[in-house]
Structure formats: C-alpha cells, structure tokens
C-alpha cells in the first residue's frame, strides 16, 4: 500500500520542495539503463539519479573519475527514455565542471539537450558557487552534494563519516545555506552524522536527500544495484538490501549452464 500523501503524475522540482513542505518523504534510486529504469520509475520512486556511480556499477571502475561526459550523456538518455513519472537528475562527472562556470554550463547545456534529463547535480560547496549560479541563470535546475563526494576522494583518502569535526561541519551547513540561497532545488548529503544532516534539514526549506545521513532528512537516496543486491562485496552500515540478486542470479545462471551441458534446454516445446 503506498503511503504517498499526494498522487503526483509527474514529479518536478516543485513536487519536491512542496513533499517537504508537507511532510511527505521523497524517495530517489539510482539508474543507469531504460530497462532498470523502466521498473524503478513503475515502482513509484520520486526521483531517478543518474549517478556517476556508473563509473563503479556499469563499468567496474574503482572510483567514479572515469566516467565521461558522453558516457553520462549515454546512460541518462537511455533512463529519460523509461522514465514516465519520476524526475531524471543528471551527475555533472569530474572534469566536466570544475575548471570554469562557462565549462560548468557547456557540459550541463550538453546533458539537457542530448539526454532529455530535467536537472544536473554537482558537488561541492562554496568553491563550485559560481559554476552554480552559472547554469541556473540559464534554467537549468541544480541538485547540490555535500558531504562525501566520492569524485574528492583522492583529497579526503577515504570512504569515512564526513564532518564529524565542528569545523567540517559548521563549513557543510554555510554550504548548504549558500546552495538554498542561490536557488539549488534540493541537495544530497552523503556519509555524515544523522545528527548534523537533520540540522541541515530543519534550517534550509529546500528538500534534503540523504545517503548515510540518518531518518531526520527529507529522503533517502541509495544506489539500485546495492539495494537490490547484485552487487556483494559492497557492504556499508547504511545500506539495507532488499533482494539478493547476486545470489539469486548465480543460482539461475548456473542452472542454465547445466541445463545446456546436459542437453535438458531446450525441451521440445522450446523448439521449432
Ligand atoms: O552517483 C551516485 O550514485 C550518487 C549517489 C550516491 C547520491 O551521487
């Protein structure tokens, strides 16, 4: 039974921030293909993000710097095409934004245009301030990131809680601040104290997304091959796995294996 507040036939930006303003959760999955997309938009998720987690889920990097511009563009043109009622938010990856505001807008201008998306995300506070301004000035919408940012990760060393010290944090909620101000429509906060990310939550009026950040946010957000199980190795206290796909699909594949070895598939209702 959904416990939505109010049925919506297409979720925009102002869907989002009004959630919040009633209460209501919002709910955001990763996706990187038509067919996942496909289900996790019928399935009535809010928000589909198109992550540069592509760089780790669909092409097995080991971080998400890899991952280019064209590729995204690929990946979010593919979700578009499913997604009938969810809104599409687009990742800006590494490289693609961080030189320039004019770069910021060229690369976000190209994730409208060729992919059909409805908004980019960026991380980064106060030093992508000018970037951001840049590219809602020309209408697009702009979901922030705080927190971990992954594509720092080279900066930060680790995967580890961030802004567990008073001066991280007191810089994270002036950038949250700043992101509501110049007009960000919501804002991601990965992998830090559920403490500090409800604090967000109740001093800006923009909705609060959260990955690792506690139940005192607006939403979750987790990405789909982690929450459905296919992948394994990846197992962070955050994450609730609702399937295990990994399980289930070795299982399946290897019964088909030996199916054709032992000449059982295909039976002759399974022939012409
Ligand atoms: O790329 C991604 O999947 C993300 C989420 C973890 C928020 O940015």
Redesign the pocket.
Known sequence: MSVAKKDYKRITTKSLIEMKANGEKIS?L?AYDYTMAKIVDSSGVDVI?V?????N?MAGHET?LPITLDQMIYHASSVVRAAERALVVV?LPFGSYQSDPREALRSSIRIMKESGGHAV?L?GGKEIKESIKKILNAGIPVMG?LGLT?QSIYKFGTYTVRAKEEAEAEKLIEDAKMLEKVGCFAL?L?KIPSSLAKKVAETISIPV?G?GAGSGVDGQ???LHDMIGMTHEFSPRFLRRYMNLYEDMTKAIGQYVDDVKSVDFPNANEQY
């Open positions: 955001m990763t993000l992550g540069d987690s592509a760089s889920v998400t990742d995300k991380e990131h992954p991601v990965e997304i990955i957000v987790l990405v």
